[in-house]
Every structure is written in C-alpha cells, then in structure tokens.
C-alpha cells in the first residue's frame, strides 16, 4: 500500500499563491505516476495535473495550465503542487492520488491512492 499526506492549503486572496505537498510513504517504489486532483462543492472530482515519476513528464488541465506548477522530489517521495495567479473558481478540497500505472491518469479511476485532501480557498 501506499500512503499520502497533503500539507500546503488555506485562504488567499485572488492573485496569490500556494504551494501543496503531499508525502507518499509505504510502498513508493511501486509508484508510475502522482496526480493532483479538486473537488469543489456540488461537483465533481476533476483532475488537476500529473506528473510521471520516472521521466520527470508533467501534464495540466486547461484550467490551470500556465498558472500551476507540479514538481517531485525523488528522494522525499514528494510531489508538490506550486499554485500562481489563484482565482476564486480555484477554491476546493485539493487531492493527492498516486497510481501504479500510466493509463487513465487524467480520471479519477486512473489512480489507486489517494490523500485526505486539503483545503484551498481563494477569496475574491
């Protein structure tokens, strides 16, 4: 198995940053690819970006291309999640999910773990 512990959210205003973390223990060397996803209230979970482990290749959402950063350190088992120019349609629980294979990492079934979540809020 493999755990994941989110860190980094809270409240900004609009314009700011924030800069998520989520720490994978147990079972990492099984690792292919790490993902961040959102859910904000009455909607569905959407994905993020992801980042494949061994070839260091990131992928974004649309939404958030160009203002999101996605970033691993190898040696702490960590990815990270720089967050830029934050806009209020930001705001939502941000999830870690880690999966052992590359195909459907863009949906949420493309993953086998998942973190808590940690909140983000961008106020307007």
């Known amino acids: 198995q493999v755990q994941l512990v989110e860190s980094g959210g809270g409240l900004v205003q609009a314009g700011g940053s924030l800069r998520l973390s989520c720490a994978a223990s147990?079972?990492?060397?099984?690792?292919?690819?790490m993902g961040w996803f959102r859910q904000a209230p009455g909607k569905e979970r959407e994905f993020v970006s992801c980042?494949?482990?061994?070839?260091?290749?990131?992928y974004y959402a649309d939404s958030v291309k160009g203002r999101f950063t996605i970033s691993r350190d190898s040696a702490k088992n960590t990815v990270y999640l720089q967050m830029n120019s934050l806009k209020p349609e930001d705001t939502a629980v941000y999830y870690c999910?880690?999966?052992?294979?590359?195909?459907?990492?863009?949906?949420?079934?493309?993953?086998?773990?998942w973190g808590q979540g940690t909140q983000v809020t961008v106020s307007s």
């Open positions: 980042v494949r482990w061994k070839y260091d290749a990131t």
């Open positions: 999910a880690s999966a052992s294979s590359w195909g459907g990492v863009m949906t949420n079934g493309g993953y086998d773990y």
């Open positions: 147990g079972r990492t060397s099984s690792i292919n690819t």
